[in-house]
């Protein structure tokens, strides 16, 4: 589903709460810096099938930065833009390096983690904003099911684990930070 910034309310904290309007701009913080690991994927690789399946879901990630970046007032973003602009290129270049599997086991860590993310906000978001929210979560999923169904059969090393747990809690940190900053 395709979700336009028309069917969005005017931005307003007072309707809004401040817990909600931290929330929101942690995701337009998660949304710079999914775009950014993207960017960082295509600007490494030389992998076909890795560029492809970059290249498609930069896509989706763009309309979603595009989408936050044009609701939310520029006092309700995160100061700390740069930081996940850099750190999210970085993911993304780091995980080319690792390899075609280690790519898209990070791609799957990541993309869980923002599903999970979306998922607790769904469930107290007034209803015009979980519309949104679930529309931006479908697509998380789906860039999550692409991932997983490409890192193969293999079972799950204790290094894997290990990296997906370096992931969450990276990503969670990142998204404490940008509640506040
Ligand atoms: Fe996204
Ligand atoms: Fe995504």
Not at 60 to 87: C, F, G, M, V
Not at 107 to 116: G, L, Q
Request: charged share 20%; with cysteine; net charge neutral.
């Amino acid at each position: 589903m395709t979700f336009g910034s028309d069917s969005l309310p005017i931005f307003d904290e007072s309707e809004l709460g401040s817990f909600l309007c931290a929330e929101l701009r942690s995701d337009h913080a998660g949304e710079t810096g999914a775009v950014a690991m993207y960017k960082g994927i295509i600007a490494v690789s030389r992998n076909r099938e890795i560029l492809e399946f970059a290249h498609t879901h930069l896509k989706t990630e763009q309309r979603h930065l595009n989408l936050l970046t044009d609701w939310l007032p520029a006092q309700y973003k995160s100061r700390l833009i740069p930081l996940w602009w850099l750190s999210g290129w970085m993911l993304g270049a780091l995980c080319v390096i690792g390899g075609r599997r280690f790519t898209f086991i990070t791609i799957s860590a990541v993309e869980s983690f923002v599903i999970n993310h979306y998922e607790q906000q769904i469930r107290y978001a007034p209803q015009d904003i979980k519309v949104l929210l679930t529309s931006l979560q479908e697509d998380e999923a789906h860039h999550q099911k692409d991932a997983a169904l490409r890192t193969g059969t293999i079972k799950s090393s204790r290094l894997i684990s290990l990296w997906n747990k370096v992931i969450w809690q990276g990503s969670a940190l990142a998204v404490s930070l940008a509640k506040r900053i």
